[in-house]
């Protein structure tokens, strides 16, 4: 029988730990366990035979840290890894044996150097090696990281087809290192199509019991529990796990009642921890594994369920009708695209919409850099919204979760172009209603397409519930009865147990106070069962709209969030009064000078748009902000004034030049020159690179950042296409220092005419001079002091 | 064996003082503003924090002459080392870190706005330094019952203790798998805000300096 069909019904066991019973046996401390495979390989034989004595039906191969990271001779590690156990099996029935693959060992961007891809790669050399010889399964374990998780998955679908068991490290609060919660996890691993999921390893099973429940009350596979025999101490120089066999095989009985299909142990435990464990439970009957109806899409920290409660999904992030946003993705400027994240996620949508097509953009590139940079700062699933096929596939497999994927039609090319992205990468479908004959004009119709749509999912081995359907909101200043063929659609749908979505501003197109035709649509087809809508946060019309249903329909307890809300429309309206009522002091003569060089940013901007009314813009950066910011920038360098107090003044100053900027008429601000800024290669910090940024756009430079971790070509080609004359470049580690001199070299072959400037905490005059530095810059005034004499 | 051990945020109170000194006031006080905002940052950088650190004592061998000191698991060769560890038969080595929620922290915080990136940054260093006190405290208070006394901690970085040895100390502990803690490349260890230190054990108390008056940078901006 397969094994993915004896997990449904039977308690399955797994072995115990392998590295304390090789210490026991010799290892020594920082000895890589792996190459006992090949010195003592009797040893691991006679481990392995041990726990299928004990009952064992699954062993894992002595591979958990074999990779080609750690291994020059990786085959011959798995290869002999996998001989072992399957000599150790011989004679026993039921008896399985699982590829063990253990997490790289270092971290995935953005919080170390490893790119998805390697990871990605690095898995599959070791999968590739042990799928082709002969395992059952593969286990992806004792992983702290959903990102690398991810990877390790997507390597094991695209280099084997045996089944995927999936544990993964929590601590006591139910979190992983990185920060994903259990349903988390379900929904990533459960998109990904793995046959069994759960936790292994840092808890004892006291510490996890709480966890269980949490896992089999919202996922539809089976769910592993592997735990420590509780944690290390030391007792009288010896040292002992405080809990032993007797006791963890107890709470094992109330973790397989609690409904765990899959048992075994991790770190410390023995033959005799599972054999107890087998004696106390393998009279039970597992609890029946019941498929969940629940929509789930994820981040990297948590899950959000569609269906229960309306879901706002932010629609900023897409450059139709934005002029500024077009000319940020021309730029590559990410920090707009994060800012409009950040707004959104304040103003209270659950996901974020992520649109980033433009005709002249290669699409590709641009959505994995957006996607890439947004799941680095904001912690809410993704939308992936595009049409481009090729720009999905690179979004959803960068993707740090389970996303929403706009969207699919009920077109049979687009839905053959989608379908198997879904079936590869895990997401939920946004499903429009329109198909080879136009959009229907009736209820009727478009729901038909939305049954065809879900039917052919099915066919792809995707469950409806990983369908929500747009039956698409189209203006009423064109057909005046299309509001009432969208409700009727929403209605009918929602009758059915179907999830429904639609992109509600467009109701309005065309019409004057939009926000008044679109909130009330809104309002209406919530009432009809809406479930989630794609809108404009910022509107305060559309935010009463979602909180009063919530409150209305019994879905905000004491109606608090109401509350809430409420408070926060106050303070606009008295701030507001404020501004009018001009309480803002400007009696004094130079009150912008004073409040940029104080660093008040909200008195800095206020202060500015009430002397603009008097004062022309060019005179008010003359007079008050230049003058402020030298003042400071003079402080800095003679240590009267530090480093916070500069970069205060300098948001400040920014604040009040924003102001000054849109007052201007014309658009045709100067700029003193145009410098690229990056942190070298191998490099990953990058908090000084962002301080002489914010210094050099003050002063009026425009700044190409190239981010973290440059390679010496991007800086070279960027400088030579863009014509650049002047590039900062920054390093932390004296371990990067050898990158900025490849940089500087490259830079000199390539950009003959391009000046460099250094700078960062380990460099020093000796080290700049050493690798042909223009100038070393020992704090970020004298960057700004240089460019001022380069671009003289 | 390797041992575990871990704080919830509420246990390491940041000293404000360090933090301005990590944003080089030195002795001197920040204004008003600025003490309000590193407030604000402690209080944010507490949401995300988990200390987690992992350690084990080793025995080891002090070669005066060579200027070598076996670990076991390492041989170092290094002038300052071997004056820290003269005299000591076995040493703790241990790893810790705020945590990777700490660093997302951090990392976000400094692509919103430079200002308050340094200003958690600050945070981070003062917080692992303090977290690493209470560990050597507690280390100290076990060797202190059994007649023994600690060295000053001393990391790779501190005098000729070369970087180059990060990896191994690492590896050594399994810090990756047990309290996810590794090192890129160029040996920069993920989380940033982490630390790695041996502290020789010893049977008679001596008198070492420690700190920044033994450290040979004397221009450093931290200095105090």
């Not at chain 1, 081995?461 to 064109?478: E, F, N, Y």
């Not at chain 1, 970020?780 to 004499?789: F, G, I």
């Not at chain 2, 070598?68 to 810790?96: E, I, P, Q, W």
Request: proline share 4%.
């Amino acid at each position: 029988m397969k094994i993915t069909d004896i997990i449904k019904n039977e308690i399955v066991y797994f072995d115990g730990g392998m590295g304390t019973l090789l210490q026991e046996r010799g290892l020594k401390a920082g000895e890589l366990p792996e190459t006992w495979n090949i010195l003592h390989p009797e040893v691991i034989t006679e481990i392995h035979r041990s726990y299928y004595e004990a009952g064992a039906n699954i062993i894992k191969t002595n591979t958990f840290g074999a990779n080609c990271l750690k291994f020059d001779n990786l085959d011959e590690i798995i290869t002999s890894a996998i001989k072992i156990a399957n000599k150790a099996k011989e004679g026993f029935t039921n008896a399985y044996i699982a590829l063990d693959i253990g997490p790289i060992g270092k971290m995935l961007k953005p919080l170390g150097d490893l790119d998805f891809e390697r990871a990605v790669e690095i898995f599959a050399e070791t999968i590739k090696i042990g799928s082709a010889l002969d395992v059952d399964l593969i286990l992806i374990e004792t992983m702290n990281d959903s990102y690398e998780t991810k990877a390790a998955v997507l390597a094991a679908k695209e280099n084997s087809s045996l089944p995927i068991f999936v544990t993964t490290v929590y601590d006591e609060n139910a979190k992983l290192m990185t920060g994903a919660d259990p349903k988390c996890m379900i929904a990533l691993l459960e998109g990904l199509g793995v046959d069994a999921m759960g936790l292994n390893c840092s808890l004892g099973p006291e510490q996890m019991k709480h966890i269980v429940p949490m896992l089999v009350e919202a996922a539809s596979i089976p769910v592993i529990v592997n735990p420590n025999a509780g944690l290390p101490r030391s007792e009288n120089g010896r040292t002992v796990y405080d809990v032993d066999a007797d006791k963890f095989s107890d709470i094992m009985v109330e973790i397989a009642e609690s409904g765990a299909h899959i048992l075994g142990g991790c770190c410390g435990t023995t033959p005799e921890f599972i054999h107890k464990t087998i004696e106390k439970t393998k009279d039970l009957k597992p609890k029946p594994i019941e498929f969940k109806d629940t929509t789930l899409v994820s981040s990297y920290t948590h899950a959000v369920e569609i269906g229960s409660s309306p879901i706002l999904i932010g629609e900023r992030i897409n450059p139709t009708g934005k002029s500024k946003f077009k000319e940020a993705l021309r730029q590559n400027n990410m920090d707009y695209i994060l800012n409009e994240g950040i707004a959104q996620q304040e103003k209270g949508v659950q996901i974020l919409d992520v649109n980033v097509g433009l005709p002249e953009i290669d699409e590709v590139e641009m959505i994995r850099n957006a996607v890439f940079e947004l799941q680095s700062v904001v912690d809410l699933p993704l939308q992936i919204d595009t049409v481009d096929i090729a720009a999905m596939e690179q979004a959803m497999r960068l993707y740090n979760g389970k996303p929403l994927v706009n969207s699919v039609n009920g077109k049979i090319k687009n839905m053959k172009d989608v379908f198997p992205l879904i079936k590869k990468y895990g997401g939920t479908l946004i499903a429009l209603t329109i198909d080879e004959d136009g959009i229907p004009d009736t209820a009727e119709g478009r729901f038909r397409i939305a049954e065809k749509i879900i039917q052919t999912a099915k066919e792809y081995g995707i469950d409806k519930r990983d369908i929500i359907v747009d039956p698409l909101a189209m203006t009423i200043s064109s057909d005046t009865n299309s509001a009432n063929i969208t409700l009727e659609t929403v209605k009918r749908l929602h009758e059915k147990g179907i999830k429904t979505s639609l992109g509600v501003s467009n109701i309005s197109f065309g019409l004057p106070n939009r926000e008044f035709v679109t909130s009330t649509f809104f309002a209406m087809a919530l009432q009809n069962g809406l479930n989630c809508a794609i809108m404009n946060p910022y509107s305060q019309e559309m935010m009463k709209v979602y909180y009063c249903y919530n409150a209305l329909t019994n879905r905000d307890d004491n109606c608090a969030r109401y509350i809430d809300f409420c408070s926060t429309v106050v303070t606009q309206t008295v701030s507001a009064a404020s501004n009018v009522s001009g309480k803002i002091d400007t009696s004094d003569d130079e009150p912008l000078k004073k409040a940029i060089i104080k660093g008040l940013k909200e008195q800095a901007a206020a202060i500015t748009a009430e002397m603009l009314k008097t004062v022309s813009p060019l005179d008010l950066i003359d007079t008050q902000i230049i003058p402020a910011l030298d003042i400071v920038g003079k402080g800095f360098e003679k240590k009267t004034v530090f480093l916070p107090q500069l970069l205060m003044s300098a948001e400040a100053s920014k604040a009040s030049f924003d102001v000054v900027k849109a007052s201007m008429i014309s658009n045709n601000e100067s700029v003193k020159g145009r410098i690229i800024l990056a942190t070298v290669k191998g490099d990953i910090h990058d908090i000084g690179k962002n301080i002489v940024k914010v210094l050099l756009e003050n002063y009026g430079y425009e700044v190409i950042d190239l981010g973290k971790d440059v390679a010496p070509e991007l800086v070279c080609e960027t400088a030579v296409e863009q014509d650049i004359d002047l590039v900062g470049l920054s390093a932390l580690m004296t371990t990067t220092v050898p990158s900025m001199e490849a940089t500087i070299k490259l830079l000199r072959q390539k950009r003959p005419r391009c000046r460099v400037v250094v700078g960062g905490a380990v460099l020093t005059q000796e080290y700049a001079d050493m690798i042909g530095a223009d100038f070393y810059a020992r704090d970020a005034m004298e960057t700004v002091r240089y460019a001022e004499e380069f671009f003289a | 064996m390797i041992y575990l051990y871990s704080l919830c945020s509420d246990k390491v109170a940041i000293s404000e003082k360090e933090v301005y000194r990590y944003l080089g006031y030195g002795k001197i006080y920040p204004n008003d503003e600025v003490t309000a905002l590193i407030n604000e940052c402690v209080k944010e950088f507490n949401k995300f924090s988990a200390y987690k650190a992992c350690y084990t004592e080793v025995d080891i061998d002090v070669d005066d002459k060579r200027e070598l000191v076996d670990f076991g698991f390492m041989k170092v060769n290094s002038h300052s080392l071997t004056l820290n560890l003269r005299g000591c038969v076995s040493s703790y080595v241990f790893a810790a870190t705020t945590g990777a929620m700490a660093e997302r922290h951090i990392i976000k915080q400094n692509r919103l706005s430079a200002l308050r990136g340094i200003v958690t940054d600050a945070v981070g260093s003062a917080s692992i330094e303090h977290f690493c006190n209470i560990l050597n405290k507690k280390l100290a208070d076990t060797s202190a019952s059994n007649g023994k006394f600690l060295r000053p901690r001393f990391s790779c970085g501190y005098g000729d203790f070369s970087l180059e040895y990060q990896p191994q100390i690492l590896s050594f502990l399994d810090s990756s798998r047990k309290i996810g803690l590794s090192i890129t490349d160029n040996l920069m260890m993920t989380p940033v805000k982490s630390v790695t230190a041996v502290i020789g054990i010893s049977g008679t108390p001596v008198n070492c300096r420690s700190g920044c008056v033994e450290c040979e940078k004397t221009d450093c901006q931290y200095r105090v």
